[in-house]
């Protein structure tokens, strides 16, 4: 199974974006899915996470409130809106599974806030 | 949260020698109740999305070479490339899952050549 993500997306600052990840060759499992932000040249960065089969999430204290992580089981994709943007959200955002750790990932989706 | 502290930032290895990489947490990430630490180790090449490399800080993730290895229980880890190859030059990073809804990552060890 691969993870297949929306395109780039290019926003102004106080905007929103939704980046989605679907499943290649299969469904979403049991398995919760993360959401993990990169900017550039910098570490990686945990955002949340949602067993979508459950729709249960859970957000990382940081993100609380400008964030919503959702699921769509019946077209079998998961969603990241991250709202309120700024150019420090500049960033590669990925989506990836965790069942013996984060193992699979998405190819990542760049999302640039500039005025 | 938990912090993960990586050491050190960046690291040249010659070809064929042992690369060692540390990770400490401010706090354990050893689950007592079922002796597992809650520990990964990734490896992110440029331009690529990061690779499960270890998890259970000792388990090797499925088609890993045997080359990888790590170790360490509670609060320090370490991340063993025996014999360094080309294709190992990458930035490393370490994970704890632990603590739940806030995992944390290391900052990153750069390995080069």
């Known amino acids: 199974v691969q993870l297949v993500q929306s395109g780039a997306e290019v926003r102004k600052p106080g905007s929103s974006v939704k980046v989605s990840c679907k499943p290649s060759g299969g469904t979403f499992s049991s398995y919760a899915l993360s959401w993990v932000r990169q900017a550039p040249g910098q570490g990686l960065e945990w955002m949340g996470r949602i067993i979508p089969l459950l729709g249960v999430s859970d957000y990382a204290q940081k993100f609380q409130g400008r964030v919503t992580i959702s699921a769509d089981t019946s077209t079998n994709t998961a969603y990241m809106e991250l709202g309120s943007l700024r150019s420090e959200d500049t960033a590669v955002y990925y989506c990836?599974?965790?069942?013996?750790?984060?193992?699979?990932w998405g190819q990542g989706t760049k999302v640039t806030v500039s005025s | 949260d938990i912090v993960m502290t990586q050491s050190p930032d960046s690291l040249a290895v010659s070809l064929g020698e042992r690369a060692t990489i540390n990770c400490k947490s401010s706090q354990s990430v050893l689950n007592s109740s079922n002796n597992k630490n809650y520990l990964a180790w990734l490896q992110q090449k440029p331009g690529q999305p990061p690779k499960l490399l270890i998890y259970?800080?000792?388990t090797r993730e499925s088609g890993v070479p045997d080359r990888f290895s790590g170790s360490g229980s509670g609060t320090d880890f370490t991340l063993t490339i025996s014999s360094l190859q080309a294709e190992d030059v990458a930035v490393y990073y370490c994970h704890q899952y632990y603590s739940t809804p806030s995992y944390t990552f290391g900052q990153g060890t750069k390995l080069e050549i």
């Open positions: 259970w800080a000792s």
């Open positions: 990836a599974t965790f069942g013996n750790g984060l193992d699979i």
